[in-house]
């Protein structure tokens, strides 16, 4: 897998990436910090608050900028969104009131949805091979789970020998870091193409996304992974709790062991998946993936039902939960690389970008509003039935899609697929180029 860094433009990019991850890793702990320090007991009210801006944040602005820096160069847009959250993490410094934080939040996650569409839309271009596309996928989902496991361990670190607000004076420096990586890049693509007017544009990605089978089925099966995210980030805490882990006392210990248990799942699949995605196609591990979220999900659900629910075995769940969240994610964007011609990709992982956060904004309500004043086993179960309904629907929605196209087929611009909206992604017979 680490292979394919040997590719400079790459590696520059994957650098960026990783220290804009660490970036925001330590934001959202600091920005934790601040709502305690602003609220007291009542910062978990900001903190929803917050969550609830970023999700908002990033299903309504995504297209919209999308649509907005159609051919301006990818570097530019990229750069100025490090920019945008580099000024903002200093600004925080100041805040002194909620409404600061719910600006910044509204700021940065605007900011982090142009650059994350962009970044993704970059890759495909940089890595033509799809063997090296694929381990790039891996990586990425490597560098997310990490980032996940290390940020809130690395500010931790940080608080002890400096103030609170110095973490956002490492944040900035995070994301200055990215632009530089960015620029050192020297990608010269253009983030999609600006010939249809802007209301065309706007839902462009969409539009393509609804008549192509592949990416229906993506779309959809992003709700089983935020099915997974819900009950995870939500109720982890709700579930150890109820099995008497922290009571009288603090349970962070066990929801950190608990997230390195889903997170270490999850890698140990990106590690595996360059090598199983060459023999099995991408659809089956994506649909194995999707079918073990909800008997997990209901498994979990039943056991702390009955009582039967342990620390150890919640412990294997997640992991497997994890797993199977990776078996999901990874090869999706192989299909959106392989199945959306190049001036397109743009629009789509913009559009994608703003759809598979949409699902948050009905599962995370369900994790939490619905286990209120009851046990966790209930959002829990609704959970795995509406996966189970999502894979459903993801599997009919793909009806047509007989098969990958050739890896290199979209790997080069067509000028004509900017100017003719009829344009259908072809899939024909099931090559591959490995």
Do not use: C
């Amino acid at each position: 897998m680490l292979a394919v860094l040997r590719h400079r433009r790459f590696a520059a990019l994957f650098a960026s990436q990783v220290a804009s991850l660490v970036g925001t890793g330590v934001l959202t702990v600091a920005l934790a910090l601040v709502a305690v320090r602003i609220a007291g007991d009542d910062a978990g009210l900001i903190i929803g608050i917050a969550l609830t801006i970023r999700i908002a944040a990033y299903v309504v602005v995504s297209p919209i900028a999308s649509a907005l820096i159609a051919g301006r160069s990818s570097r530019a847009v990229m750069i100025g969104a490090d920019a945008a959250r580099i000024l903002v993490a200093v600004a925080l410094v100041f805040a002194t009131e909620a409404w600061h934080l719910y600006v910044a939040i509204l700021l940065l996650q605007s900011a982090s949805a142009v650059f994350t569409p962009t970044y993704q839309a970059v890759i495909p271009d940089v890595l033509p091979d799809e063997e090296d596309y694929t381990k790039a996928q891996s990586l990425s989902r490597l560098a997310y789970d990490l980032e996940s496991l290390l940020s809130p361990a690395l500010a931790a670190a940080l608080v002890l020998v400096l103030p609170p607000n110095a973490l956002f004076g490492v944040t900035a420096a995070g994301f200055a870091i990215s632009a530089l990586a960015v620029w050192l890049s020297r990608v010269h693509d253009h983030a999609g193409a600006a010939v249809e007017p802007f209301a065309g544009r706007l839902t462009r990605g969409v539009r393509i996304m609804a008549r192509t089978p592949s990416l229906r089925f993506v779309a959809v099966l992003d709700a089983v992974v935020a099915a997974v995210f819900a009950t995870v980030l939500v109720n982890t805490v709700v579930f150890l709790l109820s099995l008497g882990v922290g009571q009288g006392g603090d349970p962070a210990t066990g929801l950190a062991v608990m997230l390195v248990m889903f997170g270490a799942g999850s890698i140990v699949v990106a590690i595996l998946l360059p090598g199983i995605l060459h023999r099995v196609d991408d659809r089956a591990v994506m649909t194995v993936g999707a079918a073990v979220v909800p008997i997990a999900l209901a498994a979990t659900a039943s056991l702390a039902a009955t009582g039967l629910l342990t620390v150890p075995m919640l412990a294997v769940l997640w992991a497997v939960l994890g797993a199977a969240t990776s078996a999901v994610t990874t090869p999706s964007a192989r299909l959106i690389r392989r199945d959306v011609p190049h001036d397109d990709r743009a629009a789509v992982f913009a559009a994608r970008f703003s759809t598979s956060h949409a699902w948050y904004a009905l599962t995370y309500p369900v994790a939490g509003i619905l286990g209120a004043g009851h046990g966790p086993e209930d959002p829990t179960a609704v959970l795995a039935a509406f996966a189970m309904v999502a894979l459903v629907v993801a599997v009919v929605a793909s009806r047509g899609w007989t098969g990958a196209v050739a890896a290199d087929e979209h790997a080069q611009p067509h000028p004509e697929h900017a100017v003719h909206e009829a344009h259908q992604p072809t899939t024909k017979g099931a090559h591959e180029a490995h």
